[in-house]
């Protein structure tokens, strides 16, 4: 995919930066330069594709769970993404002001960050990591809360 040069889509923008979060206890975050426009597509990252298989190995052979569990994208069935760019540090929300959409281009394949309404300079960039699998929660100390998650969905 990068052995040679190609005519790549517009990986990065100037619109977005990483600074220190809003968020207690979240470190750093994504936030806009200048308005991004609702609708507009202010990055498209590319992937690293792998299998979940290797999650699963690694947590096997050590016992814990690796950091890319926290920090990947649902691919296919069977495939789990690493978002490049600045796709893994966005930080999560249930009420967000943007949403992500893969893109399965076999050349180029990619996660597309697109404002759900206009994002106003110096405001931090959210989205929901798990836009079908409803409200997600954390723990205090801002790891994913799965228990908490399930009693959730059980009581729906």
């Given at each position: 995919?990068?052995?040679?040069k190609?005519?790549?889509?517009?990986?990065?923008?100037k619109?977005?930066?990483?600074?220190e979060?809003s968020i207690?206890?979240?470190g750093?975050?994504?936030?806009?330069?200048?308005?991004?426009?609702?609708?507009?597509?202010?990055?498209s990252?590319?992937?690293v594709?792998f299998?979940?298989?290797l999650?699963?190995?690694?947590?096997?052979l050590?016992?814990?769970k690796?950091?890319?569990?926290d920090?990947v994208?649902?691919?296919s069935?069977?495939n789990?993404a690493?978002?490049?760019?600045?796709?893994?540090?966005?930080?999560?929300s249930n009420?967000?002001?943007?949403?992500?959409?893969?893109v399965f281009?076999?050349?180029?394949?990619?996660i597309?960050?697109i404002a759900?309404?206009d994002?106003?300079?110096g405001?931090e960039i959210?989205?929901h990591?798990?836009?079908?699998?409803?409200d997600l929660?954390?723990?205090?100390s801002?790891?994913?809360?799965?228990?908490?998650?399930?009693?959730?969905?059980?009581?729906r």
């Open positions: 995919m990068f052995k040679r190609t005519k790549n889509p517009n990986w990065f923008s619109k977005i930066e990483i600074k979060s207690e206890n979240a750093i975050g994504v936030f806009a330069t200048e308005l991004i426009e609702k609708h507009e597509i202010f990055e990252a590319p992937v594709l299998h979940l298989e999650l699963k190995d690694y947590v096997e050590t016992g814990e690796h950091v890319l569990c920090h994208f649902n691919w069935s069977s789990h690493l978002c490049l760019g600045y796709g893994s540090i966005y930080n999560h009420s967000p002001n943007a949403l992500h959409r893969r281009d076999k050349e180029f394949p990619r597309e960050f759900l309404r994002i106003q300079p405001e959210f989205h990591y798990c836009p079908k699998g409803g929660f954390f723990t205090d801002g790891h994913y809360d799965f228990d908490n998650q399930v009693q959730v969905a059980e009581k």
